[in-house]
């Protein structure tokens, strides 16, 4: 493992903890210091894709949630501190998304999302990132606890970006 890889590493688990922490907060988009909006990302989701089976979930359209989620968080990062010098894609997938019951009235629910980032001229791999993060809600609020996980999963992930594309140049 290269030091980047190592580093991106660390930002995406200090991400996931901070999501867990302070739970679904509302996503606001980011201002500079000037209270202009930040600059423009020079990173666009390129595709998508689930490894988990959609019938076996209780959430409606996973794919298009993850692009969604994926897209507010690129655009939430605050991309005037971190200047890139090229244009980058960004491939997402949900690894693993599964509700197991604890007890008789609670579930915990998992999920797990990979980014990959890439050149958008030429394809170069830069860096594979992963996020997870972990919920816990009553058996009858399973859709809602599968959104949230997979919310903080993609911010966790997203949220090493920026470093990994630094670290890259």
């Not at 991400?15 to 509302?26: D, Q, R």
């Not at 689930?50 to 897209?71: F, H, W, Y």
């Amino acid at each position: 493992m290269s030091i980047w890889q190592g580093a991106a590493r660390f930002r995406v688990f200090r991400a996931m903890s901070l999501v867990l922490a302070v739970g679904a907060a509302p996503i606001v988009a980011p201002l500079t210091a000037s209270g202009a909006p930040s600059a423009k990302p020079p990173v666009t989701v390129a595709e998508v894709e689930s490894r988990v089976d959609a019938a076996s979930l209780s959430l409606q359209n996973p794919i298009e949630l993850l692009k969604k989620d994926v897209e507010t968080e690129i655009a939430a990062l605050d991309w005037s501190k971190a200047p890139a010098r090229r244009l980058y894609k960004v491939s997402a997938a949900i690894v693993t998304l599964e509700s197991k019951k604890v007890d008789g009235t609670m579930a915990r629910t998992s999920c797990t999302v990979s980014v990959s980032i890439r050149e958008a001229k030429g394809g170069l791999l830069l860096a594979i990132l992963e996020g997870r993060a972990r919920v816990e809600d009553a058996l009858t609020a399973s859709a809602g606890a599968q959104r949230d996980a997979l919310t903080g999963a993609v911010r966790g992930a997203v949220a090493g970006i920026p470093e990994a594309i630094r670290s890259a140049r």
